[in-house]
């Protein structure tokens, strides 16, 4: 059975050093975002669907994505369902968290609230240990999270933001295309609804306490529940080596026992 990987929010991501980990027995497909994709993700996944359903006509299916195609993977395999098809697997590598689900604007705030405290905490640890192991390279990528944050927070208030060094800001921040803002407000008021069936997490270490996993675990979206795989690396080097060994070796086991249960 294919593997039917998506792109991510700003573009396509690096796929080729996990395909070919999983070797030549196991096919992946890349699905790429069309030239003027729609304005929700709801209609990006079904025409991701359609997409898919010209390689291979009918289920089981297995689904993935990084970051961005990690949402967009998990709406697609909710839509699969919906239309009686099986899916068998829905990898999702370092999801960002949905801002509402269906448990309400309470529920939500406080995830919200366990996500920041529980970050604050564990995060500190995090980087604390990383500063002692490797100072200056923690410290300088730190320094260029920060920066990003800082430019995002100015474009989003209006306010007059000065150019930063090109190793501070990822150009995607400092000057979005209409393509990259287009999927971030789709993001934004994305509200996913029940999957039945469970979910991969694969986390990076950068990760582990400053992201969306909390989030997809305590909404319960997923029955019997989310599969968490946490790694090595930081967020943006979790596909590639050394890191992404890891991933391909929890990724082919889940992939066989799924299809040959």
């Not at 405290?117 to 320094?143: D, I, M, N, W």
């Not at 430019?151 to 209409?178: I, T, W, Y």
Request: proline share 7%.
């Amino acid at each position: 059975t294919p593997l039917f990987l998506v792109y991510c929010a700003g573009g396509e991501a690096s796929y080729s050093a996990l395909a070919n980990l999983l070797g030549n027995d196991q096919p992946v497909f890349v699905l790429r975002q069309t030239p003027d994709p729609p304005e929700t993700i709801e209609e990006m996944a079904r025409l991701l669907n359609d997409g898919m359903r010209t390689i291979q006509r009918k289920g089981p299916y297995c689904v993935g994505g990084y970051c961005f195609g990690g949402v967009m993977a998990y709406e697609m395999a909710r839509q699969l369902q919906l239309e009686g098809e099986r899916v068998h697997l829905v990898a999702m590598f370092d999801p960002p968290a949905p801002r509402q689900t269906p448990l309400g604007l309470v529920s939500d705030a406080k995830t919200w609230a366990a996500v920041l405290v529980y970050g604050a905490a564990c995060g500190s640890c995090y980087l604390g240990r990383e500063v002692l192991h490797k100072p200056r390279h923690t410290l300088a990528r730190f320094g260029r999270r920060l920066g990003r944050w800082g430019h995002q927070a100015k474009l989003r208030l209006g306010v007059d933001a000065a150019p930063l060094s090109e190793r501070l800001v990822a150009e995607m921040f400092e000057n979005p295309s209409p393509m990259h803002q287009k999927n971030f407000a789709a993001m934004r008021n994305y509200c996913p609804q029940p999957f039945s069936g469970r979910l991969s997490i694969y986390q990076s270490a950068e990760f582990r306490y400053f992201h969306g996993t909390i989030t997809w675990r305590s909404a319960k979206l997923a029955q019997p529940g989310i599969h968490i795989t946490r790694g090595r690396g930081e967020n943006t080097l979790m596909l590639n080596a050394p890191a992404v060994q890891g991933v391909a070796d929890v990724l082919a086991t889940q992939l066989a026992s799924r299809l040959n249960p």
